[in-house]
Nanobody
Framework: QVQLMESGGGSVETGGSTRLACTYS?????LGWFRQAPGKEREGVVA???????RTGDSVWGRFTIVKDTAMKILYLDMNSLKPEDTAMYYC????????????????????WGQGTLVTVCS
């Protein structure tokens, strides 16, 4: 059974940084961070496949990165230079499917989801 649990989040000032963590249950999973703001569709942020290929969304390119700790089974999302438009619920997602890099940031490709954690960027 796939288990995902996000932690971190909270309120951050514009221009600040924060780190989210996703504890997962199996290193064979492809993993991704997604976010959803009120009234908007779920958006792929950063994802990593089983071969450690990483895809980063255009809206966070150069600001967000991921660190995968396979020993502890934790996927971190480091968020820098935060903007008010980064305010959203952030979700960790996983799949055992072999995903091509072109679909790594597609939410529909993932069948396992965490509960989410809220990040609010204050202006």
């Amino acid at each position: 059974q796939v288990q995902l649990m996000e932690s971190g989040g909270g309120s951050v000032e514009t221009g600040g940084s924060t780190r989210l963590a996703c504890t997962y249950s199996d290193n064979r999973l492809a993993l991704g961070w997604f976010r959803q703001a009120p009234g908007k569709e779920r958006e792929g942020v950063v994802a990593i496949d089983r071969d450690s290929v990483v895809r980063t969304g255009d809206s966070v390119w150069g600001r967000f990165t991921i660190v995968k700790d396979t020993a502890m089974k934790i996927l971190y999302l480091d968020m820098n230079s935060l903007k008010p438009e980064d305010t959203a619920m952030y979700y960790c997602a996983a799949t055992y499917r072999l995903l091509g890099s072109s679909v790594l940031l597609r939410a529909a490709e993932y069948e396992h989801w965490g509960q989410g954690t809220l990040v609010t960027v204050c202006s």
